[in-house]
């Protein structure tokens, strides 16, 4: 399946594969568009909406039963596609707010919290969805939705989630007016424990996110 067949007319648009499918292109093609910096005002609103339709489509594969590909063994895709470019883009795009702190089990009791990257959560997430599309257009369909629903449950639906919830916050603090604290050096390649995490994560002061973000605080 190309390109050119990845929206062909006659593709039933209420079936689950096509629906899954459109959702994940439109996602990849979005999230690209974004990190060319082209619109820097809107990049956080924007990425905000795009991972909130992602994830409806990953609620959907969540719900449905388990998907069981065709083969014992999963063909080959071929070589990854390298996204280092578009990390680096992203995390220019969204500096000082590419940052923030995630606790990644909620159910797991004393987890700290842990330094994360949005930058690094987007690539991660668009890793897992090209693999899937690469399937689907290659005509495996079955294999597409088996991998996708996978890496949904062990990877890219929990990253998602994590960046999601920064993304969000981030409009939060700025729309309603409400300082961060400053991150004062907070990186993902630091050992914090709680005490420390606590203290440091957070101290961006909205009028210094507002500006690089093109936002404005409410009045």
Not at 7 to 27: C, R
Not at 30 to 43: F, R, W
């Amino acid at each position: 399946m190309s390109d050119a067949t990845l929206h062909a007319t006659d593709q039933n648009p209420d079936d689950f594969s096509v629906q899954i499918a459109d959702q994940i292109e439109s996602f990849l093609v979005a999230v690209t568009e974004v990190a060319k910096g082209d619109e820097p005002e809107s990049a956080v609103p924007f990425l905000l909406l795009e991972v909130s339709q992602l994830l409806l489509a990953g609620g959907r594969l969540g719900a449905h039963e388990d998907i069981v590909p065709d083969e014992r063994y999963e063909p080959d895709s071929g070589p990854e596609p390298d996204v280092d470019e578009l990390r680096e883009n992203l995390a220019r795009l969204l500096d000082p707010v590419d940052v923030y702190s995630e606790v990644f089990d909620p159910y797991e009791p004393r987890k700290a919290p842990v330094p994360a990257r949005i930058s690094d959560d987007l690539t991660d997430v668009i890793t897992d969805l090209r693999h899937g599309m690469a399937h689907y257009r290659a005509g495996r369909t079955t294999e597409a939705l088996w991998w996708w629903q996978f890496s949904y449950f062990s990877n890219w639906g929990s990253t998602a989630s994590a960046s999601l919830r920064a993304l969000q916050s981030v409009l939060a603090h700025v729309r309603l007016d409400q300082p961060l604290a400053e991150l004062d050096g907070l990186d993902t390649d630091q050992g914090m424990g709680d005490d420390t995490l606590e203290i440091e994560a957070g101290r961006v002061m909205v009028e210094e996110i507002a500006e690089p973000l093109g936002l404005r605080p409410a009045k």
